[in-house]
């Protein structure tokens, strides 16, 4: 993984993360190199502007439900979308703190339709590599990361377990109209209600049958 630089010395990469090469080595050595730990969830979280992600405020607020309802050794936190797809404990390896890119911005249609094809891709490929390293698999995201989360794990043939937010929470959310993205921010307190209420129904389903 490269040269000796210190964080403070790399650059800070401006353009769509996914078209650089630095992103595809880095995908490249998660895939082919990265041991990741087995655990009984795999919770998958869209990337944040801030970094590293876990210090942005809405990242911080996801983990603190997600904390309250699980033990941290049940679960573990990987993070997708303009970067690729990373383990949370890699959130601070070069590139994924060393960029500023905001997707929602993006108006060129060609742009997106990359992004969802390149991170179908990846996510199928990161899905595909830790198929028998979790026993269940949830994930929280909106809009086209949410899209390409689903076409990722179509195309690695992986079972989602449960996805959140709810369409139903969603239109909800957009019939009010009064945010600044169509489907508002997954910090919101309807989506993060939402979240606390269904892992907790998850975890009491699914993991205290042992």
Do not use: W
Request: hydrophobic share 35%.
């Amino acid at each position: 993984m490269g040269d000796n630089k210190t964080p403070s010395e790399k650059p800070l990469l401006t353009d769509p993360p996914f078209y650089l090469p630095e992103f595809e080595e880095s995908y490249r050595y998660i895939i082919d190199e990265y041991d990741v730990e087995p655990k009984e969830i795999g919770i998958f979280l869209p990337c944040a502007m801030r970094k590293p992600y876990s210090s942005s405020p809405s990242h911080q607020l996801i983990r603190m439900v997600i904390s309250q309802v699980l033990d941290p050794d049940q679960y573990h936190i990987v993070v997708f979308g303009t970067c690729g797809i990373v383990p949370g404990e890699l959130e601070e390896m070069y590139p994924y703190a060393h960029y500023k890119y905001m997707l929602g911005k993006c108006k060129d249609q060609l742009v997106l339709d990359d992004f969802l094809r390149i991170e179908t891709d990846r996510v199928a490929g990161y899905l595909g590599k830790t198929r028998d390293l979790y026993r269940y698999r949830i994930a929280y995201c909106l809009g086209i990361f949410r899209e390409a989360f689903i076409r990722g794990a179509e195309q690695a043939g992986v079972r989602i377990d449960l996805i959140l937010p709810t369409k139903d929470v969603i239109n909800m959310i957009v019939e009010q109209g009064d945010c600044a993205f169509q489907e508002g921010s997954l910090s919101m307190d309807d989506y993060l209600g939402e979240l606390c209420e269904e892992l907790v129904r998850f975890r009491n389903s699914h993991l205290k049958k042992e």
